[in-house]
């Protein structure tokens, strides 16, 4: 049956497609992106979760599986996306559909930092011309070819973007700053924001985020 993958597979596909993925297994729990101050309300003084601290490095992009659960303040990507509370055992999972979904997923640092990341792979990946970027991008993020039209829509994006980034470097350079992963300098920025917009579109695609 076609439904929206789990939240889990969601970010994990997102970091894997972006190259950002840490695939090591094992080991302790990690503190990906999450907003400052979320455990404050709930935490008990003396505690040691009493403020969330992030990490930082690798221990950013492990699977979500390794990913620390406050019980009283889970992670709020995981819970918009509805993962189960992890207070009792969860047999099937609610499946909800409300605008805070897409609004994670198109502005969420870890999933603009992830599209940035896809961006950079693009440029440097994708092939000589447009055509071949935007084509390239699509099967890797879906899976199939895309259809003649579907890179006339991904083309004509990236030109318009490309031009507005041009005309506005420090937009640009806002966009490409996101998140701490590492870019290569050596990049146009224009082109490279203008890269991370359709990544993030093909990231957001219904065909993206669900199974079948």
Known sequence: PRHRLDAEVIRDQALAVSGLLVEQQGGPSVKPYQPDGLWKAVGYS?????????????????????????????PPAMSLMDAPSREYCSIRRERTNTPLAALLLLND?????????????????????????????FRLVTGRAASPDELVVLRNMFQEQRAAFEEDPAAAAELISVGVAPRDEA??????????????????????????
């Open 109 to 137: 640092v870890q999933f603009v930092e992830a599209a940035r990341s896809l961006g950079q792979r693009i440029m440097l990946e994708g092939g000589a011309s447009d055509d071949q970027k935007a084509g390239w991008a």
């Open 187 to 212: 990049l146009d920025p224009a082109s490279h924001a203008a890269w991370t917009m359709v990544a993030n579109l093909i990231l957001n695609l219904d065909e993206t985020i669900s199974k079948g």
């Open 46 to 74: 003396g505690s040691n979760t009493v403020q969330f601290k992030r990490d930082d490095g690798d221990a950013l992009w492990r699977r979500s599986l390794y990913t620390f659960w406050k019980r009283t303040s889970p």
